[in-house]
């Protein structure tokens, strides 16, 4: 680009970049989609189809950004750690939160139909993004632990809320029933009231999904005999789990491992 007595305005720009031996979280969350999930009719408290969307956009973001070592999400929120020496973009924080948000969004679109084939989008879905960084791998771990109790502890609610609306108690009733009960109480009221057992739910409604790349074995070609050969190769996968306690991380030790 040839230089020109207007290039000053460039002085103007903020240095952005983020510090260094840092691990990055860059966390997306839909903006408005209380109103977006009701004009689309969403299944209340959980709309299966919906959050299978929000995972496949995720998985494509960890295919497109090699980056991204693991991803979780809840509803309409996904949070993506990027690797602590990771120079995507030069760690500048600008170009960092819009290409992951804007991609996200772009996928989201374009992956509408696979999952709600019989409804049109009638408009729009717009997400929002920050990034933060956390210097540790422990901290990183505190922080997906933190989004996990709060998907469990939202989730929890909502079951008991919506079932208590459907059964004919209006909005506010149900949450005058709700107000001030604890866990096992809510535990209580869905078995005795409903016969749900809670830990019977869906995983991905009561853990939330984690997706990140693990070691699966395929079959590449067959040899003279008819014998498969098989290869050792990282995919990325999605998965339902507890990331609180050790075993997922002592099991897969290689996601956050310090540079």
């Known amino acids: 680009m040839a230089n020109s007595k207007f290039e000053y305005v460039k002085d103007f720009e903020t240095d952005d970049r983020l510090p260094r031996c840092n691990w990055i979280v860059v966390r997306i969350d839909g903006c408005h989609f209380h109103q ?32 991204i070592v693991f991803a979780y999400g809840v509803s309409d929120e996904y949070s993506f750690v990027l690797k602590e020496a990771s120079q995507f973009y030069q760690r500048r924080a600008s170009k960092i939160l819009s290409l992951t948000v804007s991609y996200f969004t ?16 009638k408009r729009p879905p717009f997400f929002d993004g920050r990034v933060v960084c956390y210097p540790r791998a422990k901290i990183i771990r505190d922080y997906l632990s933190w989004r996990q109790v709060d998907c469990h ?8 809320f919506w079932m208590l609306v459907k059964s004919g108690k209006t909005e506010r009733e149900a949450q005058e029933m ?10 209580e009221l869905l078995f005795q009231q409903f016969g749900v057992n809670y830990d019977k739910v869906p995983a991905m409604f009561r853990k939330g999904s984690c997706v990140y790349r693990d070691k699966v074995e395929e079959i590449v070609k067959f040899d ?9 190769r990282k995919k990325v996968v999605l998965g339902h789990f507890d990331i609180i306690g050790p075993n997922f991380w002592h099991e897969h030790p290689e996601i956050l491992e310090e540079d």
């Not at 502890?153 to 008991?160: A, G, K, S, V």
């Not at 003279?224 to 050792?232: G, H, K």
């Open 178 to 187: 709700l107000k001030g009960t604890l866990s096992k109480d809510k535990n």
């Open 153 to 160: 502890i939202n989730n929890q609610y909502n079951t008991c």
């Open 36 to 67: 977006f999930s009701a004009d689309h009719a969403f299944e209340k408290p959980n709309d299966e189809n919906a959050l299978n969307l929000m995972n496949a956009c995720a998985v494509s973001m960890l295919e497109q950004f090699p980056d």
């Open 106 to 121: 772009a996928v989201y679109v374009m992956k509408w139909k696979e999952f709600f084939p019989h409804k049109d989008l």
């Open 224 to 232: 003279e005999s008819r014998n498969p050969v098989r290869r050792i």
